[in-house]
């Protein structure tokens, strides 16, 4: 990739933009990180400290926003789909029971090693009370809900990863 690429997913309105994610993280997400340790310490919200309400209120406040939060998530869909139907073989099924649970899975052993999905957890500790989970923490939450894990399917990025599930 070059420079010109790199520069290109900052456009507006062409495939793969990421100006949505990066306005979204300059603006009303950016108070939210700067109170992290705030959350961190006393167990709150750090979006709703920084701006006195939770997220989805406040997009609902705030419809500009919350349309380039749209944007933003829309575009990210796009990218994890296309790595979910290149990495998942949906031939053998002629129809699909919801037995598929798509999110970024941390590994297990990742202790210090660089992984996109702890960006992404730092990212909803800051937003919301959700987190990102190993597949450890995976599993157990497929067996109480009386499920059994089949097999976790990583595709080409870190922040999608497909977890096969059957009853």
Not at 17 to 39: D, I, R
Not at 93 to 101: D, S
Not at 146 to 162: A, H, Q, V, W
């Amino acid at each position: 990739m070059n420079w010109n690429d790199f520069g290109a997913t900052l456009l507006s309105d062409v495939p793969g933009s990421v100006k949505p994610w990066a306005l979204a993280n300059m603006g009303e997400h950016y108070p939210a990180f700067g109170a992290l340790t705030y959350g961190v310490q006393t167990g709150k919200v750090p979006f709703e400290h920084a701006h006195g309400k939770p997220v989805w209120e406040y997009y609902k406040d705030n419809p500009v926003r919350g349309a380039n939060l749209a944007k933003a998530m829309a575009g990210m869909s796009g990218a994890v789909l296309k790595t979910i139907i290149d990495a998942y073989d949906f031939n053998p099924y002629k129809k699909m029971v919801e037995f598929l649970i798509i999110d970024s899975v941390i590994p297990d052993d990742s202790r210090n090693p660089p992984h996109a999905g702890k960006l992404l957890d730092i990212n909803i500790l800051a937003m919301t009370t959700g987190q990102e989970r190993t597949l450890s923490e995976f599993k157990t939450i497929i067996e109480r809900a009386g499920l059994k894990f089949n097999r976790l399917i990583e595709t080409e990025t870190e922040i999608s990863s497909i977890i096969e599930c059957g009853k």
